[in-house]
């Protein structure tokens, strides 16, 4: 449920997580999870299919993207500019940037892009989960991108543990030495609020993780 409270904003859920009042419906789960999966495909695999004009940096008009998913569907006909933001905003895993009239995808895009992300406050170990078969293959080659175009690394243990778990019922954790990779040249950039990208990552900077049950909590 996505609703807006008329004091502390956006929220998703049935009431204000502040005030605790109900406040103004936006839309149900069903069609922020449909209108969800169609900006996703739109602004991160295939603008062309949805006639965005998409900068370099990934961004479209928040209007030509609202004509869009219109245009594939026309129950959602009662969108607007501020259900687009209210998507953005709320969401928990930070997908998505709004920027004046513009939104765009932060991370997942298997186009080409300059995302220009930030650089700086980056911690100094990320994790990128793994699995058997191939733990022992990346551990000597190091990470270079497979179905996306950047290398995507998790913020702690257990949002990589998360995002392995897609994947694999166990998934295998592996540490980067991110702070020494900046130190030699290696670029990485936040993206999502526990995402963060690279182009790769050589093989001396990654070793696998020791578990601590904290992380998982």
Known sequence: MLRECQVHGYFRGDTCPICGE??????????????????AGGLRHFPERMDLDMDEQGF???????A?????????????????????????????????????????????????????????????????????ILLETGLRP???RMVHLSRTYGNAHSAGSVRTDDPIILVIDAARAIEDGIVIGKAGHTVYLTDEVPSQYISLAELEEEELQ
């Open 60 to 66: 479209v008009s928040i209007r030509l993207l609202i």
């Open 146 to 148: 497979s179905d996306r």
């Open 22 to 39: 109900e406040d103004k419906f936006l839309m149900n789960d069903q069609e922020l999870e449909r209108i969800g999966r169609t900006m």
């Open 68 to 136: 869009a998913l219109k245009e594939r569907n026309s129950r959602f006909h009662w969108i607007r500019p501020h259900h687009i933001i209210a998507i953005a905003e709320t969401d928990a895993k930070g997908r998505y940037q709004v920027s004046g009239d513009q939104v765009r995808a932060t991370y997942g895009h298997t186009i080409d892009l300059d995302l220009r992300l930030p650089t700086d406050d980056i911690p100094d170990e990320l994790f990128y989960p793994s699995t058997e078969e191939e733990t022992d």
